[in-house]
T-cell receptor, first 116, second 113 residues
């Protein structure tokens, strides 16, 4: 079946630094990918929709200048958390829709970000 | 607006016992409903989905869920738990027109021998 690879699985960084998270569709081309965030004991919340070759669409309340999304190819989307602060510590998950499998949605395994 | 409530952040059952994970939804339009499972260190996998066809939906690994409009529920069940069912389970809702999924907070299922 289709696989979405997310890297890294966990990252620890200092406050003020930037962190990049990659999401790759391994055996299909994804024109659309999605980025979610999950705080402890809360729901996965959609942050933004990443569209290949165009600007991402951000959900209300998500700072687009802080969470930079780049979808430069049909198999790769990246999320960069800029100038990270402790309140950005969270679990980030990406997903991608496989157009060849009845638009089925596949999820990455997530990235745990801890900002010190 | 749509929302999902999963009752019980942790559920523990013995191997062979019935599994019942509860999910209630709120939606102003006919909902599409989903159950996802996440095993340790893996991505979310779709267990089953309801998209306005049969109200009893059968999924993978012996799981099923019943859409009950009168109760606004979509509870997940499995007649006999297996050790390999231990995982985190998420209920989600969408309006069927967009890609936006609204997730519940998840329920961690533990299975004891």
């Amino acid at each position: 079946g289709a696989v979405v690879s997310q890297h890294p699985s966990w990252v620890i960084c200092k406050s003020g630094t930037s962190v990049k998270i990659e999401c790759r569709s391994l055996d299909f081309q994804a024109t659309t990918m999605f980025w979610y965030r999950q705080f402890p004991k809360q729901s996965l919340m959609l942050m933004a929709t990443s569209n290949e070759g165009s600007k991402a669409t951000y959900e209300q309340g998500v700072e687009k200048d802080k969470f930079l999304i780049n979808h430069a190819s049909l198999t790769l989307s990246t999320l960069t958390v800029t100038s990270a602060h402790p309140e950005d510590s969270s679990f980030y998950i990406c997903s991608a829709r496989d157009p060849g499998l009845d638009e089925k949605l596949f999820f990455g395994s997530g990235t745990q970000l801890s900002v010190l | 607006a749509q929302s999902v409530t999963q009752l019980g952040s942790h559920v523990s059952v013995s191997e062979g016992a019935l599994v019942l994970l509860r999910c209630n939804y709120s939606s102003s339009v006919p909902p599409y409903l989903f159950w996802y499972v996440q095993y340790p260190n893996q991505g979310l996998q779709l267990l089953l989905k309801y998209t306005s066809a049969a109200t009893l939906v059968k999924g993978i690994n012996g799981f099923e869920a019943e859409f009950k409009k009168s109760e606004t529920s979509f509870h997940l069940t499995k007649p006999s738990a297996h050790m390999s069912d231990a995982a985190e389970y998420f209920c989600a809702v969408s309006d069927g027109r967009t890609d936006k999924l609204i997730f519940g907070t998840g329920t961690r299922l533990q299975v004891f021998p």
